[in-house]
């Protein structure tokens, strides 16, 4: 327990208190490489969603019900005008039990306002150790509102920056949740088979959303699903090749 100061030494150390957190938060802003989707940015970021899952957990014999925020990228084979395709996290609908409250996909068109969509699931890993899902949306997006994302054909290319894009449920660029943000220049530290490593910055919401790459030819691919972020600097993601045997079943 700490010992009563007199008032002047407590105003003295509030004082440095403030001048440390000053320089601690311009710093933090500072390293926060995130940007806010808008009309400058790149159309392919559009391909990204928010994902409102409706979960269910029991404590004590009584159900608890809330909202998982979640994010999810729009997907289908090269040369469709339309996509009905999503992946997001495993872990984003763990505790979803109640199908009688439907998942919603949330887009946001070129032409403005958003677009929801009510989704199923297709297909998962099962666990954190493959943290991935597909799910079909009831109505198809047609690309002149909303262009879909191919999928990488290979593993991403840890030489090349990835971009990260989701809905971070920070306070502060992410607007708790409200707005799409993009890490655009970030650096691939390793990658294994399941699990890949960034100095990215994503918080939790941002789960589910993409990890894209661009090609010598301008191209967008997803390339993984983000898994994990610390806000800090460092987030983990699933590459695509880790399920792609299973969307290449449902994918179209």
Known sequence: MRKHRPAIAISGARMLIAMFALIYCSAGQAADTRRVVSTGAPPWL????????????????HALHY?????????????????DTIVTAWHCLALYKDLSRPILFTLLPMSG???????????????MHADWAILRLRQSVPADKVDSLQVHPQQADASRPVTMAGYSGDSGMGDNGQRLTFDPECIISQQHQNVGDTN??????????AVIQ?????????CGVISQGDGEGRSTYVPVGTFRESLTLYIR
């Open 46 to 61: 559009r391909a990204v969603g928010k994902l409102k899952v409706p979960g269910q957990r029991f404590e004590k014999g």
């Open 214 to 222: 661009v090609s010598n030819a301008g191209d967008a691919y997803l």
């Open 113 to 127: 306002g958003h677009l929801s969509l009510e989704a199923y699931r297709l297909a998962d890993g099962g666990g």
């Open 67 to 83: 909202l998982e925020d979640c994010s999810a990228t729009l997907v289908a084979l090269p040369g469709r005008d339309r996509a």
């Open 200 to 209: 990215c910055t994503a918080h939790k919401g941002a789960s589910g959303g």
